[in-house]
């Protein structure tokens, strides 16, 4: 009976564990202006290792006044990369393939555009995969 007990044990074990062998993974990277009080940051995740869709989100952060996470629409496969332009100070201009949002660190808010903006302002930079892993890269 004790052997029994012991293997029925080890079973729900490894049936317990069983749910995390799906588990993937996620990364974030940042843009940080003036240190990491005021920062752009993308999160993505992935929710099972064998999906090839992420799921993004952007964190605007202007410390102590406001942040807000805000949801993106998912992206596929690899090699991905979001734009980052700034037509003014303060102002982000997002372009995420066909989508374009825009953001200001005044009040850490975000809104898609319907249409591409005619002049998205001045390349700052993008988030990309390298190797496998998100990073931001300043515009040259």
């Known amino acids: 009976m004790k052997l029994r007990n012991g293997w029925i044990a080890g079973l729900l074990a490894g049936l317990a564990a069983l749910p995390l062998a799906g588990c993937g993974s996620n990364d974030t990277a940042s843009f940080m202006l003036d240190g990491p009080d005021t920062a752009l940051t993308l999160e993505r995740n992935k929710s099972y290792f064998w999906s090839d869709e992420w799921d993004l989100q952007l964190v605007v952060r202007r410390f102590p006044d ?3 996470r805000h949801d993106l629409k998912a992206a596929s496969g690899n090699g991905f990369k979001m734009e980052l332009f700034s037509p ?3 102002v982000f201009i997002v372009k995420q ?3 374009w949002y825009v953001t ?3 009040t850490c ?3 898609a555009y319907k249409e591409p903006p005619p002049e998205p ?3 700052v930079g993008s988030f990309a995969e390298k190797d496998g892993v998100l990073g931001f890269a300043k515009a040259p």
Do not use: A, E, M
């Open 121 to 123: 302002g001045t390349p």
């Open 104 to 106: 200001t660190l005044q």
């Open 88 to 90: 003014s100070p303060g």
């Open 109 to 111: 808010d975000l809104q």
């Open 97 to 99: 393939g066909k989508r």
């Open 66 to 68: 406001c942040q807000r």
